[in-house]
């Protein structure tokens, strides 16, 4: 079998044996993209819904199991270097979503890159089965299941799963990461808020009374690769939109994570016409009066231990120098004489916003550098 003759393969070569769900999304490309170049992981299985995608001209659907190149003309010869190798060859076919090939004989670690109900359905079974899973959705996100309802627009069935998901921003949980069987990747605006947050209410340095203001601005990939009215070009291009006012689903796990309460939290995404990137404008005010350099200090100090998180001296981040990176970058602006802080950050939504995490997450589970074909 053609799995089994991969898994047979990764195992004698110890790599660490991968599968793809949601392959032929936006970020199960660059999923796919960066395990292809990881010294130590090996892809043995690519998955999306199976629904084919209409041909053009005569309105038939394509055959269930496609080459990846088929949804992704980019990945051409990415996976190409291991094609002497026979049976790998085929390990670029994407195969419909079947539970029944991810088994712990093939398969060490399951990436989801599909939609929330899609991974709220299946992470149980695979948890079971003692599959590791890196779940890109926010299926798992949140602990306490009467908040997807709101949220997400779901009742939560498997609250077993849910209380053992870690969620997976290496920044705050990597000693827990390391251990998870289920790992819960945020979502690419939480992720930018976060890491611009978390070294200034960790420390108490933010004024409660002020509240806190979170104005983001997204590129359209960020929204999937499914055409929406929305998402057609005369709609997005020459144009920003403010969208999801109080009710986007990153703010419950924004909450959660920073523990700040909903009253004091304002979040704003906003849609730019361009297709990768996330600028966030972070406003809060300061408890007491501080200098520049200590609030460098501060976040230099809690990202001590982070590679791909870039505290910048001076000057403001842009999405410019984080896109088709995996890297969070992070800035300030200080008014000193009424201690309003801004913290810019910066990063790519489908990189450090969610295939780079889903990565750097697997790489803290098996040991590897954090970094490892991130950088
Ligand atoms: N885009 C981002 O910037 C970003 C950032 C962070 C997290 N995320 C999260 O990551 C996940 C994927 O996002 P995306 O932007 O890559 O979405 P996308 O471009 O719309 O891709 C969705 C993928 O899921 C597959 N899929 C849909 N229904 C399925 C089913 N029932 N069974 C199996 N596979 C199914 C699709 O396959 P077909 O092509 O065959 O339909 C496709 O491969 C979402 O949960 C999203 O919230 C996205």
Redesign the pocket.
Known sequence: METQALAEETLVQGAVRVAV?????????ELIAILARHPQARIVRL???????PQSGNGSTTPESLPIEC?HPVLRGALGARASRPHEVSSTLCH??DLEDLTPSDVDVVFL???????HEVVPALVERGLRVID???AFRLKDPGGYPRWYGFEHDAPGALAEAVYGLPELNAAAIRKAQLVS?P??YATSIILALAPLVEADWLDPGAGIISDAK?GA??????PTEKLHFAEVNENCRAYGLFTHRHIPEMLQALGLEERSFTFTPHLLPITRGILSTVYARLRERRATEEIVALFRDFYSASPLVRVYDSGLPEIQAVAHTNYADLGFALDLGTRRLVVVSALD??GK??AGQAVENMNLMYGFPQETALG
């Open positions: 769900a949601g392959a032929t999304g936006y970020a199960g490309r998955m999306s819904s199976g629904r084919g995608k949804s419909p979503l890159a599909t939609p929330h109900e899609t991974s890109l959705s926010g990747n979502g690419c997204s990939s960020g929204a999937g690769r499914a939504n489908l916003g969610a």
